[in-house]
């Protein structure tokens, strides 16, 4: 059975910093892996998805990165900023239909 | 309009109410979801329609009814909820194929049950 896991669960960094969120799954047989961001209250924004043949990602300051052998996939953001303040997940499918995601990891950007 | 909407935003009910949430999307997907999400509880999948036919339901009470007319559109048909239904409610649309696609949400529909 997948499972998925983020740690930290909450994080609070000064403006400017350069962060890693992590992603652990324990099924390596992934077709992909998608990162969102959900501000309070709103619906999820796909931010990044890594294909299975992939390694890495970019958009903008945005970086995934993607290790199948080890389960794990890393957010990483550049030069943070306070409108980077949300909840940030990562989702695999399972299945045909079903994705399993994360818990979350909720960012505070300090300014 | 582009993605996926939900209307309405937000909704106040008591127990006795029907009312419904609707959601459209614009990606020309197969596939539309339902989710809950409650307070510090991960995302729950609710239901799951591919080419208007409904492939999964998970284990949702009764008061709780989907419909998906066409691949456009997905209904929550809702009647005699409990408080504890209080939750954000997300709509979602993917393409299936080969490999699971990327998957979009709309902003969700905040649902308080009095």
């Known amino acids: 059975k997948q499972e998925v896991t983020q740690i930290p669960a909450a994080l609070s960094v000064p403006e400017g910093e350069n962060l890693v969120l992590n992603c652990s799954f324990t099924?390596?047989?992934?077709?992909?892996l998608q990162w969102f961001r959900q501000d309070p209250g709103k619906g999820l924004t796909s931010l990044l998805l890594?294909?299975?043949?992939?390694r890495e990602q970019t958009s903008g300051r945005l970086n995934a990165s993607l290790d199948k052998s080890s389960g794990r996939s890393t957010l990483y953001i550049a030069a943070s900023q306070p409108g980077d303040s949300a909840t940030y997940l990562c989702a695999v499918p399972s299945g045909t239909y079903k994705y399993i995601f994360g818990t979350g990891t909720r960012l505070k950007v300090l300014a | 309009e582009t993605g996926v909407t939900q209307t309405p935003r937000h909704l106040v009910m008591g127990m006795t109410n029907k009312k419904s949430l609707k959601c459209e999307q614009h990606l020309g997907h197969n596939a539309m979801y339902w989710y809950k999400q409650s307070a510090k509880k991960p995302l729950e999948l609710m239901f799951v329609?591919?080419?208007?036919?409904?492939?999964e339901n998970n284990s949702v009470p009764s008061r709780f009814s989907p419909e998906c007319p066409n691949s456009s559109h997905l209904f929550l048909h809702l009647h005699t909820l409990q408080p504890e239904d209080s939750a954000l409610y997300l709509c979602?649309?993917?393409?299936?194929?080969?490999?699971?696609?990327?998957?979009?949400f709309g902003e969700g529909s905040r649902l308080t049950v009095l």
């Open positions: 979602a649309s993917s393409q299936m194929g080969l490999a699971t696609g990327e998957l979009f």
């Open positions: 329609y591919s080419l208007e036919e409904r492939v």
């Open positions: 099924d390596s047989a992934i077709y992909n």
């Open positions: 890594i294909q299975s043949s992939q």
